[in-house]
């Protein structure tokens, strides 16, 4: 069993950063790909990002790319998101999640376990 814990949201203006942080409680950590997910109101929860167990390899949604950032920490057990250039349509929670290695996956339907999310509120 994996408890996955997220940190670092907050309110912040168009154009800020903010980085986000997941740690990990369980074992195996270092085997897990790691990705971020977010939800809007109304709207379904979408991929964002992942990064492969060993955190050579990551892959990031189209909209975000150049943007953002997702780093490991296979001591910490520990998984960031680095979120620069903000934009209002960026706003959702935010939630990482975890699944079984090598191969990086971008459906939700393919993770196994989630955080409860952190908020993220981009002003205009």
């Known amino acids: 069993q994996v408890q996955l814990i997220e940190s670092g949201g907050g309110l912040v203006q168009g154009g800020d950063s903010l980085r986000l942080s997941c740690v990990a409680f369980?074992?195996?950590?270092?085997?897990?790909?790691m990705g971020w997910f977010r939800q809007a109101p109304g709207k379904e929860r979408e991929f964002v990002g992942a990064?492969?167990?060993?955190?050579?390899?990551?892959e990031y949604t189209d909209s975000v790319k150049g943007r953002f950032s997702i780093a490991r920490d296979n001591v910490r057990n520990t998984v960031y998101l680095q979120m620069n250039s903000l934009r209002p349509d960026d706003t959702a929670v935010y939630y990482c999640?975890?699944?079984?290695?090598?191969?990086?996956?971008?459906?939700?339907?393919?993770?196994?376990?989630w955080g409860s999310g952190t908020q993220v509120i981009v002003s205009s």
């Open positions: 999640a975890a699944t079984w290695g090598p191969d990086i996956l971008v459906k939700k339907v393919h993770y196994y376990y």
């Open positions: 990064i492969a167990p060993t955190g050579d390899r990551t």
């Open positions: 369980g074992s195996d950590f270092s085997r897990f790909v």
